[in-house]
T-cell receptor
């Protein structure tokens, strides 16, 4: 089965510019997650979707970050305007859903963002 | 609130010697616990998971972990390290109701020939 797909793999932008990342989850996975992984740290959840509804966006900096999951399948994460501290790897993951065995999230390869 | 603490930021071993990566957890109820591995420029891969079944959990590539409730620990072990095991390892606790994963800060494993 195909894994979680993300694009682009790398992106370099200047501060105050905007950027968008795309994620296509594993087919049939109802839940989609976006994580931010700053160098030297563990991933931190930004937003969680259940189908096309938001379950948890408590850690999303809503003044500059936005995310959508139209039609409950693929998703985009946008940053506008970017700051230097947004430099990180942005990981997308998907799962069958809350409390559904095997309680596992499957991760994509990530997008490495560098803000200069 | 749930959390995990990885007790070592770096671990170095020689090839063929045992590996021990330490993790303590904090949870108000019986947790689901995971170990993920991240190779350079690769996505996170699940090594193994504990979900209240057997306390000794076997994973891929010869890794295993033991859930010890009395010690609130979930240490990752492997009898004999291989060069390909060099990577970043994350101990993770999950909220069963939301699937939210809380990651530790990671342990970088170096394997010397």
């Amino acid at each position: 089965e195909a894994g979680v797909a993300q694009s682009p793999r790398y992106k370099i932008i200047e501060k105050r510019q905007s950027v968008a990342f795309w994620c296509n989850p594993i087919s049939g996975h109802a839940t989609l997650y976006w994580y931010q992984q700053i160098l030297g740290q563990g991933p931190k959840l930004l937003i969680q979707f259940q189908n096309n509804g938001v379950v948890d966006d408590s850690q999303l900096p809503k003044d500059r970050f936005s995310a959508e999951r139209l039609k409950g399948v693929d998703s985009t994460l946008k940053i506008q305007p970017a700051k230097l501290e947004d430099s990180a790897v942005y990981l997308c993951a998907s799962s069958l859903g809350p409390s559904v065995l095997p309680y596992e999230q499957y991760f994509g390869p990530g997008t490495r963002l560098t803000v200069t | 609130a749930q959390s995990v603490t990885q007790l070592d930021s770096h671990v170095s071993v020689s090839e063929g010697t045992p590996v021990l990566l330490r993790c303590n957890y904090s949870s108000s109820y019986s947790p689901s616990l995971f170990w993920y591995v991240q190779h350079p420029n690769k996505g996170l891969q699940l090594l193994l998971k504990y979900t209240s079944a057997a306390t000794l959990v076997k994973g891929i590539n010869g890794f295993e972990a033991e859930f010890k409730k009395s010690e609130t620990s979930f240490h990752l072990t492997k009898p004999s390290a291989h060069m390909s095991d060099a990577a970043e390892y994350f101990c993770v606790v999950s909220d069963r109701n939301t699937d939210k994963l809380i990651f530790g800060t990671g342990t970088r494993l170096q394997v010397f020939p």
